[in-house]
């Protein structure tokens, strides 16, 4: 079969609105926390909800996909990642920068007098530590998976009561994934690869990372499916590489789309393997 190569460069959020699961979306808060808990009892990668004695005022978020959900749901806050590839929405652009995702500055986050510093679970392990001995409020919330960040913004919109602009978002989200599974319902399923590019090298998206569940949910199969990892990302080798000959590659960049797009082009032009798919 022909193999097709596609360039993806986008963040997590922009492609968190392509689609949702089939739970009917309700007027209610009761309701709203039914579907929360539903959904969470099949996450089980990552925190989905947040507990508060009241709710904060003063919040930092820790990535641009909690920037944007924040936006959707109406909440202001008062820092924000520093970006250099993805813009932030308006209202946020003069805030404070509380440095990268992956490394903020605890200094800048003690200066702002946060109620609650919120970031992405993923990062727990790397930050939790130090964040805690800076005495910073912090919280972590899962958005590595399709399920998982919908039981995120449902958790958002009842803790800040920002219920009906939670519900709008998932409508839109539920919308999307309908014209989605449309689209491809006459389609033959495809074996899918998903080459991760930084610009520190490659590696493989698994079931595990938001993109690799979207391609299962399409009606195609993530080539590492087989594979026993609760990793999102991992290592390969060519060899595997040519094992797995995949239908599709999709590229996806991050962090600095610009230099890992040099890579690619670079790596795919050169290397004798992928020339040969």
């Not at 929405?89 to 509380?98: A, H, Q, R, V």
Request: charged share 25%.
């Amino acid at each position: 079969m022909r193999k097709y190569l596609f360039s993806i460069f986008v963040i997590i959020f922009s492609l968190t609105f392509t689609g949702c699961n089939n739970s009917e979306i309700k007027d209610n808060k009761s309701n709203i926390n039914e579907k929360a808990d539903a959904v969470s009892h099949s996450t089980t990668k990552t925190e989905t909800a947040l507990e508060f004695d009241e709710i904060p005022n003063r919040i930092a978020v820790g990535t641009v996909s909690l920037a944007e959900i924040f936006n959707e749901l109406e909440i202001d806050l008062v820092g924000v990642p520093s970006v250099t590839s993805f813009p932030l929405p308006e209202k946020y652009k003069d805030l404070p920068s509380i440095g990268m995702s992956m490394s903020p500055d605890a200094e800048i986050l003690a200066s702002l007098k946060l109620d609650a510093f919120i970031t992405d679970a993923a990062l727990k392990d790397s930050l939790n530590e130090n964040l805690t001995n800076k005495k910073i409020p912090t919280y972590f919330i899962g958005t590595s998976g399709y399920d998982e960040i919908i039981s995120s913004i449902i958790s958002l919109g009842d803790t800040f009561n920002k219920n009906k602009q939670a519900e709008k978002i998932i409508k839109e989200i539920k919308d999307n994934e309908k014209k989605a599974l449309d689209k491809i319902k006459d389609k033959s399923p495809q074996k899918v690869m998903i080459v991760f590019g930084t610009p520190k090298g490659f590696m493989l998206a698994t079931d595990n990372s938001f993109v690799g569940d979207l391609v299962n949910r399409l009606n195609s199969k993530n080539v590492t499916s087989s594979l026993e990892t609760h990793s999102p990302f991992i290592p390969f080798s060519q060899e595997t590489v040519l094992e797995m000959n995949p239908d599709v590659i999709l590229r996806l960049t991050h962090a600095d789309p610009t230099t890992s797009k040099k890579m690619f082009d670079k790596e795919f032009a050169e290397n004798k393997i992928w020339q040969a798919m």
